[in-house]
């Protein structure tokens, strides 16, 4: 597979690492100074893996849909420039998937998530709370991941009907599912669903070591979206992991 980068920060380098333990090559790797890319070398990529500004999203990725590249996202931050990017991938018949975070764990973990909100459903004497915490560098808040978590908590958990993510300086109503974030220090993300009651509290909680397991996740989903025209998310390529598994 022949890889072109858009972000070379922490996060492209570790895709580079493993990318190329497994024999791919990183053609391109495309930061802040690098001169502008030619026809030529786009001809040379298989897939694209984005880890860079979300605002700039939009016009990284016309060219290579132009030039009819399937794509990566990892990237966040960028919802409110979907319909541009869903319009891109349309456009020009090519597959992109997307995801608030890629790491194999990550998405192991939204599944309990929506079986454990499920169960809790039937018990209104909890309450849940959603935590994260990330590195004092991290741009948007909450994180994506934490969006994601309370997406699903709200799909499965009745009396939960919207998200507070902003800091509550009063009594948070019933039905909102209050989710708040730290940023400090170096950490890598941690990532906590809290189910409280008078009795006792469960919890789930995530804790990514380092960025491989988002390198490894990103990688899946390169070679997941080959061949494909669409947009997708990484629900989709796990359900289809899953239902293959069925078969």
């Known amino acids: 597979m022949r890889v072109a980068l858009i972000g070379y920060g922490k996060m492209g380098k570790e895709i580079e690492r493993f990318a190329t333990e497994r024999g791919w090559s990183v053609n391109l790797r495309i930061d802040i ?3 502008p890319v030619t026809k030529e070398q786009r001809e040379n990529i298989d897939v694209v893996i984005h880890y860079a500004t979300a605002k700039d999203i939009t016009n990284d990725l016309t060219p290579w849909a132009e030039a009819h590249k399937q794509i990566v996202v990892g990237t966040t931050g960028w919802q409110n420039q979907l319909h541009n990017v869903e319009a891109l991938v349309n456009n020009n018949q090519i597959g992109l998937i997307y995801a ?3 790491s194999l764990g990550v998405n192991i973990f939204f599944r309990l998530i929506k079986t454990a909100a499920l ?3 039937k018990f209104e004497n909890y309450d849940a709370f959603i935590q994260e915490i990330h590195h004092k560098n991290k741009i948007d808040s ?3 991941t934490a969006l994601k978590m309370g997406q699903i ?4 958990l009745r009396r939960k009907k919207e998200l507070l993510n902003e800091t509550s300086h009063n009594a948070i109503q019933p039905e909102q599912l209050h989710v708040s974030s730290v940023r400090s220090g170096t950490v890598i993300g941690t990532h906590t669903l809290a189910f409280d009651s008078a009795a006792d509290s469960i919890e789930l909680k995530h804790t990514a070591k380092n960025r491989s397991g988002l390198a490894l996740g990103t990688l899946f989903a390169a070679e997941w979206i080959q061949g494909k025209k669409g947009l997708y998310t990484m629900d989709d ?3 289809d ?5 069925d078969r």
């Open 142 to 144: 909450p994180s994506g």
């Open 241 to 245: 992991l899953f239902t293959q598994g």
């Open 100 to 102: 608030p975070n890629f």
């Open 119 to 121: 169960m809790m459903d």
């Open 237 to 239: 390529a796990f359900q």
């Open 153 to 156: 908590v709200l799909e499965q």
């Open 33 to 35: 100074d690098t001169p």
